[in-house]
């Protein structure tokens, strides 16, 4: 792309040039976020949520083989997850196996489900696929409670992970040596599937979802190849599935439910599909909604629908798309033209957000008494009151103040908001007319 001497850089692709730097600070974050916490500070419930995002990490890439790179939107892919876990847990128990190979053993169980399930659903494409592997998903479920012999009923079937034979001195038992097995594990299925997705094969699959009746027409079949792509997600997805037995000791039904297979569609198309780290975020996002956020109230699920709601709206090539989109912006017209805008933005974003709580809190509170009560103190500062009750509960001060207060409170901030993202539009419209400016023949002579 030519441009004149002295004039900014005109952003075409919306995606900045990558080079060696950019392209590996997606692996350093991700590194940095599965070593050093525990590192810094190893408590066990901050070892079990970063177990949770790497397994959910595992799960969300493999989905996006199927949705991202081949344009298959599957409802069952918790089957391969849960099934591959439970294949894996039967083969622990039964031959003592090392613990480090058991994830292997789950991605196979998970590709052997795929070839038979695959082999079914990759008769149809689009629509059709979608219902496929919805009641290919149902049968799974029912199956799950049909024979408890095998899926163990509501106890499900466990493991003792420190019943295998050592490695090094490690037997795993201990929640820091069986997360570090687990980071292990989510790099390397994360590298793989890297690697897999700039093979020959991802590269048809992407031509099979943009035109399946032009790939056909060079000599590629579609269905093979959809078929192909389902038995490697099926693989990942139940190295996926053993990842969360080794965290948790246990596989039950609800690793096969409906679910499960909905959570890691939400995190893939919050993260975005269209970049390979997209799902990445979106797992780490919705790990943090479904561990952190769910420890302070109940509205947990609330919150996690309306952000999925705001991104497919407003961003739906996902938060990487978003990221990569204001990146390119910031290196086309430089953070200075671009600060008051971002600043504007972030504060509107930040009034909203505190409008919201505190109306979903206070509504939470209300009906739900006591719990909700101690977490709405909790997020706004307030002290409990003895008075009144609401279901025999006592509320904090804002949930016991008068509705005209609390009608005064939510219509500042919606105010402050509403004003902030008038000044938020301006800028960023102000930082359109002089990039055009700029631009011009005039602005270049």
Not at 216 to 223: D, E, V
Not at 245 to 274: C, D, F, K, P, Q
Not at 289 to 298: D, E, G, I, L, Q
Not at 415 to 420: D, K, V
């Amino acid at each position: 792309m030519r441009r004149r001497s002295g004039s900014p850089v005109t952003v075409q692709s919306g995606v900045p040039p990558r080079g060696p730097s950019r392209a590996l600070a997606p692996w350093l974050a991700l590194v940095a976020f599965l070593a050093v916490p525990p590192l810094i500070w190893p408590h066990s419930w901050l070892l079990a949520y970063l177990a949770q995002s790497a397994t959910m990490i595992v799960f969300a890439l493999s989905y996006n083989l199927l949705l991202g790179e081949t344009g298959l939107l599957s409802f069952g892919h918790a089957a391969y997850a849960g099934l591959g876990a439970l294949i894996a847990a039967r083969v622990f128990n039964a031959s003592g196996m090392p613990l480090v190979l058991l994830p292997f053993v789950g991605g196979i169980g998970g590709a052997l489900c795929g070839v038979l399930f695959g082999f079914i659903a990759t008769r149809r494409a689009g629509t059709a696929f979608a219902m496929i592997t919805l009641g290919l998903g149902e049968l799974v479920v029912a199956a799950a409670w049909t024979l408890p012999g095998w899926f163990g009923g509501e106890a499900g079937v466990a493991i003792d992970r420190a019943s295998g034979p050592p490695l090094a001195g490690w037997r795993f038992g201990p929640a820091r040596e069986a997360y570090a097995l687990i980071a292990l594990w989510c790099v390397i299925a994360c590298i793989a599937m890297f690697a897999l997705s700039r093979t020959p094969l991802m590269r048809l699959a992407k031509a099979v979802r943009d035109n399946p009746a032009r790939a056909a027409a060079i000599g590629c079949y579609p269905r093979r190849v959809r078929y192909g792509v389902v038995v490697l997600s099926a693989f990942f997805a139940g190295v996926a599935g053993t990842l969360g037995l080794i965290n948790i000791e246990l596989v039950s039904s609800e690793s096969v439910g409906m679910m499960r297979s909905g959570a890691v569609l939400i995190a893939t198309v919050i993260g975005g599909t269209a970049a390979f780290f997209g799902p990445v975020a979106g797992a780490i996002v919705l790990t943090f909604f479904s561990v952190v956020v769910a420890s302070v109230t109940r509205a947990w699920l609330f919150y996690l629908g309306l952000l999925f709601v705001v991104v497919v709206m407003v961003a739906p090539d996902g938060l990487a798309g978003f990221g990569a989109r204001q990146t390119a912006r910031i290196a086309a017209y430089g953070w200075r033209r671009c600060r008051a805008a971002y600043l504007w933005s972030t504060t509107a974003v930040a009034l909203w957000l505190a409008a919201v709580v505190f109306a979903v809190q206070w509504a939470y509170a209300a009906q739900f008494g006591a719990d909700e009560g101690a977490a709405f103190g909790t997020l706004f500062g307030a002290g409990a009151s003895a008075a009144p009750y609401v279901t025999g509960a006592p509320l904090p001060a804002p949930v016991a103040a008068s509705p005209l207060h609390l009608a005064l409170t939510l219509g500042t901030l919606a105010a402050l908001a509403a004003l902030s993202t008038r000044r938020a539009l301006r800028a960023h419209a102000r930082v359109a007319i002089d990039a055009r400016a700029a631009r011009s023949p005039g602005a270049a002579r």
